[in-house]
């Protein structure tokens, strides 16, 4: 119930293409679902985040897809760059709660 | 921009021996995170800290862990007998304000990668 379930484990996508990374959640008490982005050897940095009520949210390239009666959230990348080669991960938490549980992660390669 | 600061960023201690990681959050941040990730993997949730007590601890955070603040600044994990799997890089995250979660993100230090031998 509070797990946070993440695929693909990794992806490879042609520079310029569209990046998809799905998440799917059972806690319905879960009211904020961030999107991490992690580069090797720094911490987790939030890259974008939404709440249950909104079904899309984007700011520049990076989308969020929010379907609440099938519990799952997704992250699109739109045009792809090298620069977007990293790890991401999708987080969620409860209302008032304490801890943001985090997705197992993806790793992005764009390929030049 | 304010940012999380931990020390050392790395740290290589024998089986059995104490280690204290510490960790300079957000001056003006309340909420205090200890996270683990094991080579790259999932990013785990140790232990939260608010109002000078814990709030909330994972089933990984046993007798052998402890959190202090100290002072007014600095934040301490501190692993009483180190294992071999308590390798891992551990990050420390403040917030601040858990009542307006989408305007209140998890802010992260850059990690102290511990190595237990």
């Known amino acids: 119930q509070q797990q946070v379930k993440q695929s693909p484990q990794s992806l490879i996508v042609q520079k310029g293409g569209i990046s998809i990374i799905n998440c799917a959640y059972e806690n319905t008490a879960f009211d904020y679902f961030p999107w991490y982005q992690q580069f090797p050897g720094k911490g987790p940095a939030l890259l974008i985040a939404?709440?249950?009520?909104?079904s899309e949210k984007k700011e520049g390239r990076f989308t969020i897809s929010f379907n609440k009666s099938a519990k799952q959230f997704s992250l699109h990348i739109m045009d792809s760059q090298p620069g977007d080669s990293a790890t991401y991960f999708c987080a969620a938490r409860m209302a008032g709660g304490f801890k943001t549980i985090f997705g197992a992660g993806t790793r992005l390669f764009v390929k030049a | 921009e304010p940012e999380v600061t931990q020390t050392p960023s790395h740290q290589v201690t024998q089986m059995g021996q104490e280690v204290i990681l510490r960790c300079v959050p957000i001056?003006?941040?309340?909420?205090f995170y200890w996270y683990r990730q094991i080579l790259g993997q999932k990013v785990e949730f140790l232990v939260s800290?608010?109002?000078?007590?814990?709030?909330?601890k994972s089933e990984i955070f046993d007798d052998q862990f402890s959190v202090e603040r100290p002072d007014g600044s600095n934040f301490t994990l501190k692993i009483r007998s180190t294992k071999l799997e308590d390798s891992a890089m551990y990050f420390c995250a403040s917030m601040w304000d858990r009542r307006s979660s989408y305007n209140s993100p998890l802010h992260f230090g850059n990690g102290t990668r511990l190595t237990v031998t």
């Open positions: 800290f608010y109002n000078n007590e814990i709030s909330e």
């Open positions: 001056s003006n941040h309340l909420y």
């Open positions: 939404i709440r249950p009520d909104v």
